[in-house]
């Protein structure tokens, strides 16, 4: 059964502090792992990430993916208020038609101001 | 460009009635999917559609849960005779038809309490 796993699933820092959020997977017919930011709404799309060692950045947030290890970490830098959410990642596989989600159970960041 | 739309965004029944959401697409997208958030639990993947077709209903429980995707309108997943266990929140995505890598854009989803 394909699984997503996400550590830790919880986290609190303060403003302006860095983290670092970790997704492993095991998924046959990996096709690519995708990041979404999670609030009391719906879940909204970051990076979608393909390619092993190929970070890809949006402001204070970045995304890297180890297809070897099977692993994808995002960080946020200089973290502030507005980046409290649910962070969920998300592993793509595709077999003949089928383009599901695998979704790991999200990592719950609290920025205290 | 209008994102995903669901509606309702609340829905409250008692158990044994039909519960009915609505999924409408970003325009240009013909692909639907729909997932189930339990409380605690991540997003867990439903059915795939594409326009009158079902490509992949994996994720969906065996009875009672159906879905469609008509040629005109809305894509609707129907749950007949709720039970408690089907309280949950219930997304749908859309993604653009023709692409091999696309991200997946999600509605603000359905809210389903079952009483």
């Known amino acids: 059964e394909d699984k997503v796993v996400q550590s830790p699933l919880s986290l609190v820092v303060h403003e302006g502090d860095t983290v670092t959020l970790n997704c492993s997977y095991e998924v046959t017919n990996f096709r690519s792992l995708l990041w979404y930011k999670q609030e009391k709404k719906a879940p909204t799309f970051l990076f979608m990430l393909?390619?092993?060692?190929i970070e890809k950045k949006s402001g204070r947030l970045s995304s890297i993916l180890d297809k070897k290890e099977l692993f994808s970490i995002l960080n946020i830098t200089a973290t502030q208020t507005g980046d409290s959410a649910v962070y969920l990642c998300a592993a793509h596989n595709s077999g003949g038609s089928n383009y599901k989600l695998t979704f790991g159970k999200g990592t719950l960041l609290t920025v205290n101001p | 460009n209008a994102g995903v739309m669901q509606n309702p965004r609340h829905l409250v029944r008692r158990r044994g009635q039909e519960a009915r959401l609505r999924c409408s697409p970003m325009?240009?997208?013909?692909?639907v999917y729909w997932y189930r958030q339990l409380p605690e639990e991540g997003l867990k993947f439903m059915v795939y559609l594409q326009k009158e077709n079902i490509i992949d209903e994996s994720g969906m429980p065996k009875e009672r849960f159906s879905a469609e995707f008509p040629k005109e309108g809305p894509s609707i997943l129907r749950i007949q005779q709720v039970v408690r266990g089907d309280s949950a929140a219930y997304f749908c995505a859309s993604s653009p038809s023709r692409s091999l890598y696309n991200e997946q854009f999600f509605g603000p989803g359905t809210r389903l309490t079952v009483l």
């Open positions: 325009k240009g997208h013909s692909h």
């Open positions: 393909t390619s092993s060692g």
